[in-house]
Nanobody, 128 residues
């Protein structure tokens, strides 16, 4: 059983930067898991943001965040990160990290249902 805990959310102004973290515990080695970030804004469905594969060699981003957000991981610290730059008001959401150790295609990794483990989320609010 893997436990995921997000942290680092907060309230910032448009154009600011923020880094959220996802700390993992329990289960087997952290590097066995693909880590993804999803978000859910007010009145919206949960949407894919980014994912990073086991060694960190492959990443993928939603078009809405590409070029502004960067996903990374430190397997020695059992932690993944989402660096968010040039934040926009539409980035306001609860951000969730998710983990799974199964092998999927790139498109499947973008689906929330592909992940077995989830954190509780951290709120990011961007205001003008």
């Amino acid at each position: 059983q893997v436990q995921l805990v997000e942290s680092g959310g907060g309230s910032v102004q448009v154009g600011a930067s923020l880094r959220v973290s996802c700390a993992a515990s329990g289960g087997t080695f952290f590097y066995n898991y693909v880590i993804a970030w999803f978000r859910q804004g007010p009145g919206r469905e949960r949407e894919f943001v980014a994912y990073i594969t086991w060694s960190g060699s492959n990443t993928d981003y939603a078009d809405t965040v590409k070029g502004r957000f960067t996903v990374s991981r430190d397997n020695a610290k059992n932690t993944a990160y989402l660096q968010m730059n040039n934040l926009k008001s539409e980035d306001t959401a609860v951000y969730y990290c998710a983990a799974d150790r199964r092998l999927h295609t790139k498109e499947v990794w973008r689906r929330p249902g592909s992940y077995e483990y989830w954190g509780q989320g951290t709120q990011v609010t961007v205001s003008s």
